[in-house]
């Protein structure tokens, strides 16, 4: 007996659709999907971001951003598969044709040591929204092109930046020592909740897409470490870097 998240439709005939977002002017045909609220409201505190419009209150109200020039959009899409998907859908309805998203993760292995940069070139379908938009397998693959381009293009920023794998996972507090284990024996340095899903909609939608992650907290040694990853000045310098490759996709 095959579960639901096997039952894949390659079809696009959903009865409920996404719409576009409503905002002042036409959408940016490029975005940067934030996971740091705090550096989104840094540039727009200095007049380097303007607010364009908003999510709806029922999935979060989050800001949707832009450069002065309108070439770039940016806005924090929610955490976890789901309500991210959800959010990027609405922009691919608004006319979105390339994403970019930046993100902080769990690290798996000591090589990836706090604040360290990785371009995901693969992720561990451990969710439920991926499946949705692709035929059940363990990995989605990213571009390899863009994968290269990014790291490359974070280097001419002044970052140091690595191909590698993520785990990605719909449960943060199911991720247990076997399961980690069982992550890093197959490659996987960094875990985080969204990688693998917004890759397979976009996919999905023929939208470009890739992924940076930089390291977080810590789930290899004994016990969770925390790191205070979350007031790293790492997130500042990589939205900036991402909205300047973003302006050159």
């Known amino acids: 007996m095959t579960i639901p998240l096997e039952e894949f439709d390659d079809v696009d005939d959903s009865v409920h659709r996404p719409r576009p977002v409503t905002i002042n002017g036409s959408f940016p045909d490029t975005v940067v ?17 303007i607010q364009i419009g908003k999510f709806s ?6 800001g949707i951003f832009a450069t002065l020039d309108r070439s770039v959009a940016a806005f924090h899409p929610g955490v976890g598969g789901p309500l991210s998907a959800h959010c990027l859908e609405q922009v691919i309805a608004s006319g979105v044709r390339s994403v970019l998203a930046i993100g902080g993760a769990g690290a798996l292995v000591e ?12 992720a561990v379908r451990d969710e439920g929204t991926s499946f949705h ?9 990213f571009d390899p092109k863009e994968v290269q381009r990014i790291v490359s293009g974070l280097a001419q920023h002044g970052i140091s930046a690595r191909a590698g794998t993520t785990w990605t996972t719909d449960a943060d507090f ?28 976009c996919q999905f939608r023929g939208v470009k ?25 790492r997130r500042g310098q990589l939205l900036e870097a991402a909205i300047a490759l973003a302006c050159t996709s």
């Open 174 to 201: 199911r991720e247990t020592r076997a399961r980690v284990e069982r992550r890093r024996t197959e490659g996987c340095s960094a875990v985080e909740m969204e990688a693998a899903s917004l890759a397979a909609v």
């Open 133 to 141: 938009y692709l035929p059940p397998g363990r990995r989605v693959e």
């Open 33 to 49: 999907l934030c996971f740091f609220h705090e550096a989104l409201e840094e540039l727009r505190e200095q007049g380097r971001l």
């Open 57 to 62: 209150d029922e999935i979060g109200g989050a």
């Open 111 to 122: 090589e990836f040591s706090r604040d360290d940069v990785m371009v995901v070139e693969s």
């Open 209 to 233: 897409y890739a992924h940076v992650l930089y390291s977080g907290d810590a789930l290899h040694g004994a016990s969770w470490s925390e790191r205070a990853w979350t007031t790293s000045t």
